[in-house]
Structures are given as structure tokens and as C-alpha cells.
């Protein structure tokens, strides 16, 4: 869904008149109260299924005699699912266990080489022993902070991709507003769960082609998908099953908002009992078990008794 026809619903359902009718709720307020939602009530949900909803992942190499090394910017709460180190150039990765602060001290007068664990300070990780060597590669694992919601965009849509000699490109026939010659993009999925397929990239852009740094993992990118500008998204980044639920919460703010208590409250409650919903269907999403079928009081129980059954 796209965010003209999300506040469309939410208009609807708070009784807000049309765009240039109502300068206490114009789209781009309707739009900012949305996105604390899906900060506040919504994104936090997603991410305690552990499910993989918003997860991603960065790499850099690590270098002689440095041990601090900055978690992803845009990392919710500035944390980490889990870092993993690669001595032979991404081929194999292992991952790290972390350390306390005490157990940290123990490393502390341990020489230079390979890392084995490490601790966290600020919004960085801090690897033990130091690394000897800048020939090794760090993989962080961590949750995305959820872009911002804007007004629908027109064009930035993919064609078509491709890799050569290392260096991956898109096709974009034209590009969107916000986004020049140069500088740094998402990539969003327009299906699905609207996921971001490639965050904060930086790009050049000539005759329809959208040149990205060597290297670039793009296996994520998806024709249809849309490219934007930095942290700000024009779709709706929760799975389709949530979409209504986040115009139902946000129409409750703005009723509340209004002094129309009873209704927000009628609003909001539907919200909870939607996503309570979705998280028992996708806690977990992968089953590890068959199914199995049950007839003990069932209507086919109830139908034939108890015989054989």
C-alpha cells in the first residue's frame, strides 16, 4: 500500500476531510503520526518475533591495531542480532560471543590478533584481542530503524538489474525527486512485506543506469522494486496483514487528538486485537513440525461418536 491511499483510509475512518480542507490534519501530519506509530507500537512487535522482518546486514573489513569498529547508523536502539568475523576474505564467517564489561578486562593486556569476542560501548563494538591484521572481514546483523513516511512519488521504479565486471547497476528510467546525479539511496519493495532491499547506498546515475559501489550485494533487488531517497519510504513497511491495522491505530490518534475518546478507544482496540492476530500466524513463520490433524472434538467427533476415533 502507498501512502496516498493509507491516508486515504485514515481520513475515512477519523472523519477527516479531504487534503486542503483541514489544516489541523493535512496528509503530511497524518503521514508523521504514522510513523511514530510504526516506531512506538507496531515495529517493536515485528522485531520480537525474531522472524527476520527488518533485519540486515553490514560488512567491513577490519584494520591493523584498530578495535573499535560503529554499529550501522540506522540500527534500532542501536543494537545488534549478532556479529560474526570472516578470515578468509567472506568465504566462511564465525560469529562472536559478546562480553561483559569484567570479562573484558581480561583482554585488556592480551596481544594483537585474531578477534574472539567483544563487548559493546556506545554505539559501537569493541573486538577482543585487537586485530592484527586488515585483511579480515566484520559481518553486523541488526534490525532496521524504519524509514519515514512521506507523500507518494512518482517514477525511481526498477526495470531491470545486472552485475558486470563486480560492479552492479539498476535501471530506472527516470529517476525520482530527491535523487540527483549523485549521492545515496534505498531501495524498497513494493510487494509483500515492503521491505527495504538495499539501505543507504551510495550511486551515481547516467542514461537511465544507477551505478552502485563495487561490490554491492543486490541479490535482495527485485524488478518493481523503487528506489528512494535515504531513510524515507512512500510505502508502507509492515506486511500487507498490518496495513489496516496501522491506519486504524493512527485514526485513534487523531481522534483522541480531537477529544473523541470513546471512538479512539474503539479504534485502537481493534489495532491491538489485529496485530495480536498476526503475531500468533507468524510466531514462529517457519514450522519445524507437520501438521497433525486432530479429531478429538471436532463436528466429526461430534458427527459419528466416538467410534475408532
Known sequence: MNTTTFASQVREIASV??????????????LNEASQALVERFWPTLLNLRSGYGLHRSTQATERDRSSYQIPPRAIAGGLEKLEISTDSGASFRQLPILTDSQATD???????EPRAFSLEADRVVLYPTPSSGTWTLKMSYYLRPSALVTT???????ATA????????SVATMPSGLGASGTLDCIHTVGSYELSLVGITYTSAFGEV????GTDISRVSVGDVIRVVETSDYIPLPVE????????????????RGDFEKAKIWSGK??????????????????????FKTRNTFLRRRIGSRGI
Open 17 to 30: 476531510k479531504e487534503e486542503g480542507s483541514d489544516e489541523d490534519w493535512t496528509t503530511a501530519k497524518i
Open 271 to 292: 489495532a491491538d486485537t489485529a496485530i495480536a492476530r498476526f503475531v500468533d500466524v507468524a510466531s514462529p513463520r517457519i514450522k519445524t513440525k507437520p501438521y497433525v
Open 163 to 170: 552485475t558486470v565486471g563486480g560492479t552492479p547497476t539498476l
Open 211 to 214: 551505478v552502485l559501489p563495487v
Open 153 to 159: 512519488v512518482a517514477n525511481g521504479i526498477v526495470t
Open 242 to 257: 498490518l496495513h489496516r491495522p496501522l491506519a486504524d491505530y493512527t485514526a485513534a490518534v487523531i481522534l483522541a487528538a
Open 107 to 113: 583482554y585488556f593486556s592480551t596481544s594483537p590478533g
